[in-house]
């Protein structure tokens, strides 16, 4: 059975940062995009970011530009999401996923790390 395990979450006041990890285990990823949603209480799961298979691509939701950065180490079968100046309205269970390069269909889902930002 495929796993996506993340860590890395926790309690962190306004301005501070965490950094979020995701490790894929009994199947390598080499092949597929990895990202990170969230999913605010209340709220839709929402995109934050993606990293597509070497690593030479990234993407990010306007709301984390300049603060998140995503990466991925190909060895390891990780990802990683480096938060900066979390806000409050950052506040949500972050999600690993997985898709197949050339699919728009994220299959492969962790169970979510929950980061909440004080103010």
């Known amino acids: 059975q495929v796993q996506l395990v993340e860590s890395g979450g926790g309690l962190v006041q306004a301005g501070g940062s965490l950094r979020l990890s995701c490790a894929a285990s009994r199947r390598t990823f080499s092949a597929y995009t990895l990202a990170w949603f969230r999913q605010a209480p209340g709220k839709d799961r929402n995109f934050v970011a993606a990293v597509n298979w070497n690593g030479g691509r990234t993407n990010y939701a306007d709301s984390v530009k300049g603060r998140f950065t995503i990466s991925r180490d190909t060895v390891k079968n990780t990802v990683s999401l480096q938060m900066n100046s979390l806000q409050p309205e950052d506040t949500a269970v972050y999600y690993c996923?997985?898709?197949?390069?050339?699919?728009?269909?994220?299959?492969?889902w962790g169970q979510g790390t929950q980061v909440t930002v004080s103010s």
């Open positions: 996923a997985a898709r197949p390069e050339g699919s728009s269909i994220y299959g492969y």
